[in-house]
């Protein structure tokens, strides 16, 4: 069973920036290909990033690309997103995804088995 803790949410201007950061328990985490997705109001969560286990492989969604970094450190078993020049679009509860080996490329919201409690992000001036 792995626990995942996200943290770094809260209010930005448009263009600015933020960190989330994802603490995980309870599993090997250097196992596990590790991803982001988000859930704005009204519409259905969808997939913003995943990084392979080594941290090597990433795989971005193109609404964010060149705007977002994820990385991990596999020896604090935390994984991080990098959220630079936010746009208003970007409002969303941003969760934190696990799943036991796979590849980055697998972005279905079924393919993760473990989720974060999500940490709000609202980009607005």
């Known amino acids: 069973q792995v626990q995942l803790v996200e943290s770094g949410g809260g209010l930005v201007q448009p263009g600015g920036s933020l960190r989330l950061s994802c603490a995980a328990s309870?599993?090997?985490?250097?196992?596990?290909?590790m991803a982001w997705f988000r859930q704005a109001p009204g519409k259905e969560r969808e997939f913003v990033v995943a990084?392979?286990?080594?941290?090597?492989?990433?795989h971005y969604t193109d609404s964010v690309k060149g705007r977002f970094t994820i990385s991990r450190d596999n020896a604090k078993n935390t994984v991080y997103l990098q959220m630079s020049s936010l746009k208003p679009e970007d409002t969303a509860v941003y969760y934190c995804?696990?799943?036991?080996?796979?590849?980055?490329?697998?972005?279905?919201?079924?393919?993760?088995?473990?989720w974060g409690q999500g940490t709000q992000v609202t980009v607005s001036s």
């Open positions: 995804a696990a799943r036991l080996f796979g590849v980055p490329t697998m972005t279905a919201r079924t393919y993760f088995a473990w």
């Open positions: 309870g599993g090997t985490f250097s196992l596990h290909t």
């Open positions: 990084i392979s286990r080594s941290g090597e492989a990433t």
